[in-house]
């Protein structure tokens, strides 16, 4: 079992870019697969991005792909959300996670541990 801790949100105007970083403590991390999950205000959770545990595999939202990369330090146990050319509507807490399987997986379903979240905010 991992906790996870975001940090690197703030606040920023649109066509900015932010690097949001997850921390995980504990035990296996190099065995999860991680992904990065955002709630805005009054909707849905809604995946982003996530990453296979070996860092091979990744898949992205629609909305971020080609503006938002995800990497991993399995060595440092940390995961990584790259977000450029931020638009307004990527306003939202982000959440990283952990999931208990080596492939990179979209539900949030199939996620097992949950950080504590991060806001982001951009503006126009």
Known sequence: QVQLVE??????????????????????????????????PGKER???????????????ARSVQGRFA???DNAKNTVYLQMSNLRPEDTAIYYCAAATVRD?????????TWGQGTQVTVSS
């Open 7 to 40: 940090s690197g949100g703030g606040l920023v105007q649109a066509g900015a870019s932010l690097r949001l970083t997850c921390a995980a403590s504990g035990r296996g991390f190099s065995n999860y697969a991680m992904g990065w999950f955002r709630q805005a």
């Open 46 to 60: 809604e995946f982003v991005a996530t990453i296979s545990a070996s860092g091979l595999t990744e898949s992205f």
């Open 70 to 72: 995800i990497s991993r």
């Open 104 to 112: 990179a997986v979209v539900e949030d379903a199939d996620y097992d």
